[in-house]
């Protein structure tokens, strides 16, 4: 783990030293999650998958649905409930 001093600028940008985006492999383009936590701020890289990862995650989530003989439309019901119990669960951490 390494400790480096950076700036904001004046747009509230920041410039991560050369050395930790090559020790990360970071280039330009990649996207991070920021997290605050009081006086911490931490940023996480996301890796963004490819046209083709994601055409090939797709492929793969069907495939297993049809295996285990779920229809379109109940994929999407049980999408919509997932989606319902997350939304529900962030307003309770609120």
Same mark, same amino acid.
């Given at each position: 783990?390494?400790?480096? !001093?950076?700036?904001?600028?004046?747009?509230? $940008?920041?410039?991560?030293?050369?050395?930790?985006? @090559?020790?990360?492999?970071?280039? $330009?383009? +990649?996207?991070?999650?920021?997290?605050?936590?009081? @006086?911490?701020?931490?940023?996480?890289?996301?890796?963004?998958?490819?046209?083709?990862?994601?055409?090939?995650?797709? +492929?793969?989530?069907?495939?297993?649905?049809?295996?285990?003989?779920? @229809?379109?439309? $109940? !994929?999407? +019901?049980?999408?919509?409930?997932?989606?319902?119990?997350?939304?529900? @669960?962030? $307003?309770? +951490?609120?």
């Amino acid at each position: 783990m390494s400790i480096e !001093v950076i700036t904001v600028s004046s747009k509230g $940008q920041i410039a991560l030293p050369a050395g930790m985006r @090559k020790r990360m492999s970071i280039n $330009q383009g +990649d996207k991070f999650a920021a997290y605050e936590d009081g @006086k911490v701020i931490m940023l996480k890289p996301l890796k963004v998958p490819s046209e083709e990862e994601f055409k090939m995650w797709l +492929d793969e989530a069907s495939e297993w649905a049809s295996a285990s003989g779920l @229809k379109e439309a $109940q !994929v999407s +019901d049980i999408i919509k409930e997932y989606r319902a119990e997350k939304r529900a @669960k962030k $307003q309770e +951490d609120k």
